[in-house]
């Protein structure tokens, strides 16, 4: 029996951030990881996404200016620019592991298992420890339909080695606009097929609106309202979708992004006595369990807030914190969520979607504002809502540079500052910074 004061579930940005904080405050800490180290975003989600992303805005910036600088569109090299990925992803998790052991941390490779509510099977060694953290993240989920096993998800796709001709994407969340514009840049013909009429429902509607139309104006095909039945093989080894109506769907490859469930499987959570419900984890406001000396953080866990890799990364180091005896709940900040599509889509976590009394809405178009005209974009529009005493409480974004933009708007509504405020700083101008006076 080895013996740990910490053991932690998982090497994603949460495991790691709990694993590190504890090690340095004198904790005997090991990390289990069955899969790759570092978790989901530096190998198979954020990060090598927004590589991806980069030659987008490249080709975004040059189409904007055709006849005001520049004649004709560069042709992005799939191969080349997955190989330029792949510098990244690659060496993620031999540096990752190394971190890990650098700090002092035992690093143990396999699939953990409850044994009781303070003992760990992996392989063949037993770890024991006082306290157990769960942050195990999620993994895509396939729809439930007959052929289902001809789809691939957001994972494949990152690994594609070569561009398809032709695509469908099935679902139209975050990852679908995301990938569905990497693809449609890149030269695929996409469509994306959802099964109601209401895409990014977490995101204000009128600019979601905006968003489709402006991806619809680059080529890419939505269907709405629209179940897919089944998947099945067809001439040329290309995919046939089936629906419950008369009409079919072909393409040369399909990605489902219908969804992600949390990684519980293996676990043997039921020798710990551990709740769990459909969306993962249960948790408390001090991210403990049932069992109060295993933890869980990140996107294991069942909760309403954006399961995004920052959110993760400030659970683990609470989760730390509370191991090493802090007694508050956990005090969430504003939270920015981002849809790397083209335009960007960007909003504050805490959006009112019912306003209260004296809180105001207000919709405005930037497009012609010099930071948006000088490189032609198509669309920049904000939703700003503010209470009854004029400050800023929430922000909504379209533009190719939202992604920037809710950041400043986020620190300027987490620290209350006014237009009063900025009267007293100089912005470096022109710049996104420099605007912020006229939207606090």
């Not at 932690?8 to 694993?19: D, K, P, T, W």
């Not at 760990?120 to 729809?143: C, E, F, M, W």
Request: some cysteine; charged content about 20%.
């Amino acid at each position: 029996m080895e013996k740990f004061d910490v053991i932690v579930i998982g090497s994603g940005v949460g495991g790691m951030a709990c694993a590190e904080a504890l090690q340095s405050a004198g904790k005997k800490v090991a990390v289990v990881e069955m899969d790759l180290w570092g978790g989901t975003c530096p190998n198979r989600g954020c990060d090598p996404k927004k590589v991806l992303i980069g030659a987008v805005e490249a080709k975004t910036q040059i189409r904007q200016l055709q006849g005001k600088g520049f004649a004709g569109l560069p042709k992005i090299d799939w191969p080349q620019l997955m190989a330029f990925k792949k510098t990244f992803t690659d060496p993620a998790p031999k540096s990752f592991q190394g971190s890990l052991n650098a700090a002092g941390i035992e690093t143990v490779k396999g699939q953990a298992a409850f044994v009781s509510q303070d003992t760990l099977q992996v392989g063949s060694r037993q770890l024991q420890a006082k306290d157990i953290v769960i942050a195990t993240g999620q993994r895509p989920n396939l729809p439930a339909i007959p052929g289902a096993e001809y789809l691939h998800t957001s994972t494949d796709f990152l690994s594609l080695p070569e561009l398809p001709r032709e695509m469908i994407f099935l679902g139209a969340g975050y990852i679908t606009f995301e990938l569905a514009t990497i693809a449609a840049t890149c030269g695929s013909q996409v469509t994306i097929v959802h099964h109601n009429s209401r895409p990014l429902r977490a995101f204000d509607e009128q600019l979601v609106q905006e968003m489709t139309a402006q991806m619809t104006a680059q080529g890419i095909t939505f269907v709405w309202d629209t179940a897919i039945t089944a998947a099945r093989v067809v001439a040329e080894n290309r995919l046939q979708l089936l629906t419950a109506g008369e009409k079919s769907y072909t393409a040369d490859y399909v990605v489902a992004a219908t969804g992600r469930i949390p990684n519980l499987e293996g676990l043997d959570l039921e020798k710990a006595g551990v709740a769990v419900n459909r969306g993962g984890v249960a948790v408390d406001e001090f991210l403990q369990t049932n069992v109060p000396h295993i933890y869980a953080c990140g996107d294991v866990v069942a909760k309403h807030r954006p399961k995004l890799t920052p959110v993760a990364t400030f659970e683990g180091s609470y989760v730390a914190s509370r191991i090493l005896g802090k007694a508050a709940a956990i005090d969430y900040p504003l939270i920015p969520t981002i849809v790397y599509g083209s335009p960007k889509l960007a909003e504050t976590s805490q959006m009112i979607a019912d306003s209260k009394a004296g809180e105001t809405e207000k919709y405005l178009d930037l497009t012609n504002w010099f930071t948006y005209r000088r490189v032609n974009e198509a669309v920049s529009k904000a939703k700003l809502v503010k209470n009854a005493e004029g400050v800023l409480i929430g922000a909504s974004v379209l533009s190719e540079r939202a992604d920037d933009m809710i950041n400043f708007l986020t620190l300027c509504i987490q620290q209350k500052l006014t237009a009063a405020d900025f009267e007293k700083m100089i912005m470096g101008y022109p710049t996104i910074a420099s605007d912020l006076s006229y939207l606090v």
